[in-house]
């Protein structure tokens, strides 16, 4: 298992499978898709999870997390997010925010996510803004 900075370009498949597999393949490509450092989690060379973190002024945002469908559960998920959360304690952001499905937040306070005041609904689906601060 090992995790690689991968293009934007290759987290699509995943995007799509997992998170919104009903809409077209545009919809999961972000208008700052290029600002963005993406990271996949490779199992036996396959990529099964991932991220993508978009940095602004010292405030990290991750967006578009997902495992494969049949591979969720295993702890692909919270090794992937607990790696970048030491990369980016390495480059001394200071915050690292997302907006998380409501259904996930369990998950994130495992990661040392809070919930914000911030609630949305989208698409159907509700979502909370949590963030950790970093020292
Ligand atoms: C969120 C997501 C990326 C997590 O990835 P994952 O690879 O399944 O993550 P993990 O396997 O590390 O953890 C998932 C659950 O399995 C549990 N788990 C991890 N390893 C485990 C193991 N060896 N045995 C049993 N359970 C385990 C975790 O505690 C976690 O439980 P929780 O959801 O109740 O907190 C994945 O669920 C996903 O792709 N979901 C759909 C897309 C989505 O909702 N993305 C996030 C939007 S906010």
């Known amino acids: 298992m090992i995790i690689k900075q991968i293009t934007s370009s290759e987290t699509l498949i995943i995007r ?3 998170m919104w597999p009903t809409k077209p393949m545009d ?3 972000l208008p700052n898709d290029e600002n963005g450092k993406h990271y996949g989690l490779f199992v036996n ?3 099964t999870s991932v991220i993508s973190i978009f940095i602004d002024d010292n405030i990290a945002q991750f967006r578009k997390f997902a495992t494969l469908k049949e ?3 295993k702890g692909y998920g919270s ?6 959360i030491s990369l980016l304690k390495q480059e001394k952001i ?3 925010w997302c907006n998380a499905r409501v259904e996930k937040t369990n ?7 809070k919930y914000t005041n911030t609630f949305f609904k989208k698409e159907d689906i509700e979502y909370v803004i949590m963030e ?3 020292n």
């Open 16 to 18: 799509h499978k997992v």
């Open 27 to 29: 919809f999961v490509m």
């Open 45 to 47: 060379d396959k990529l």
């Open 71 to 73: 591979h969720q559960g």
């Open 79 to 84: 090794f992937l997010l607990e790696e970048i």
């Open 94 to 96: 200071n915050k690292l």
């Open 107 to 113: 998950f994130y306070i495992k990661h040392g996510l």
């Open 132 to 134: 950790r601060h970093f």
